[in-house]
């Protein structure tokens, strides 16, 4: 519920009297996320089922590596499309959610 109330606040043009205009936000098409890697789309998918992760479970998870899922989280992380919410804790960000399961979709990697 936060990030829709952040979304609607955020779309907020004017305000008159008690009446609230809204501003449609442009959609970020899925195709700027490029191309990621095969390693990458599995741990966004991870990310997608779970929701928040720890190194650990993604290893777990992925049966990879820490040393594998350290460079492919890094990446994602330097990348924006993931952030850590609290130590040691993983989530898609809330601010390419949408845009990453749309690119996920349109992948065929999920429903």
Same mark, same amino acid.
């Given at each position: 519920?936060?990030?829709? %109330?952040? +979304?609607? $606040? ?9 009446? *609230?205009? *809204? ?8 195709? #700027? $996320? ?11 998918? /991870?990310?997608? $089922? ?10 777990? %998870? *992925?049966? +990879? ?7 492919? #989280?890094?990446? %994602? $992380?330097? /990348? ?23 690119? %996920?979709? +349109?992948?065929? #990697?999920?429903?």
């Amino acid at each position: 519920i936060g990030q829709a %109330l952040r +979304a609607w $606040v955020a779309a907020i043009s004017r305000v008159e009297g008690e009446a *609230l205009f *809204l501003t449609v936000p442009a959609r970020i098409p899925h195709t #700027l $996320v490029g191309k990621l890697s095969p390693e990458e789309e599995a741990m966004l998918v /991870s990310f997608e $089922v779970h929701r928040a992760l720890t190194k650990a479970r993604i290893g777990s %998870l *992925l049966d +990879a590596d820490p040393r594998a899922v350290e460079e492919v #989280l890094g990446g %994602l $992380v330097r /990348s924006g499309l993931v952030e850590e919410t609290s130590p040691e804790v993983f989530e898609v960000s809330k601010f390419a959610y949408m845009t990453i399961w749309r690119y %996920l979709h +349109a992948r065929g #990697l999920v429903c």
